[in-house]
């Protein structure tokens, strides 16, 4: 029996994995948090062999909470998932140490296939995902601008291109506003750029803009 935890901030996406996996008898769900913070608890209480882990979320977000729960609980496997399917979520989560990377929109008997192997011991990453990976470390020329920022600067980034104002980024991620626009202001440096249109522009340039509310 495998023992899976669910971690998205939104309950929808948590119900339908839910559901997803109901027939799978071999998997226990033994929990499912909202929040980073909330997943690094849960593990603590609940002992998962697996977490599917939401990368985009308020608070300190999937990236930090799978670098926590990794460092916490080396037993225990994370696969990452994400809306998109661009490579530098893949690569970040990778570093961070998840076991696997799954698009959200990958197909019911795929995620089953990455909990089975990631909880054997070894590595998951889509196809789609793994091709793109590797043609960027093939073409090193022709790296992401986004690559240069850090995980919470990427976190602000995304946000910000997603219409959420400095107020709104300092509630959800538990900063000060004069704290959230010392990152912008960084972002912008960073990739040479000078406002919030310019960063919108660069991420729909690189596929880094999705639907869903961060």
Known sequence: ????????????????????????????????????????????????????????????GGLEATRKIVRMHPECRVIALSALIEETY???????????????????????????????????????????????????????????LSDRELQIALMVVNCHKVNEISDKLFLSPKTVNTYRYRIFDKLKISSDVELTHLAIRHNMLDTESI
């Open 1 to 60: 029996m495998v023992k899976l935890l669910i971690v998205d901030d939104h309950h929808i996406v948590r119900a339908a994995v839910s559901k997803m996996l109901a027939d799978e008898d071999w998997i226990d769900i033994v929990g499912e948090a909202a929040s980073g913070e909330e997943a690094v608890q849960m593990v603590r209480e609940t002992e998962p062999d697996v977490v599917l882990m939401d990368i985009k979320m308020q608070g300190i």
């Open 90 to 148: 893949a690569v970040r989560s990778l570093e961070v140490g998840a076991a696997g990377y799954l698009s959200k929109g990958t197909d019911p008997a795929e995620m089953v296939q990455a909990i089975r192997q990631v909880s054997r011991g070894q590595n998951y990453i889509s196809a789609e995902v793994a091709q793109k990976v590797a043609l960027k470390q093939m073409m090193p020329g022709n790296q992401n601008p986004f690559d240069v």
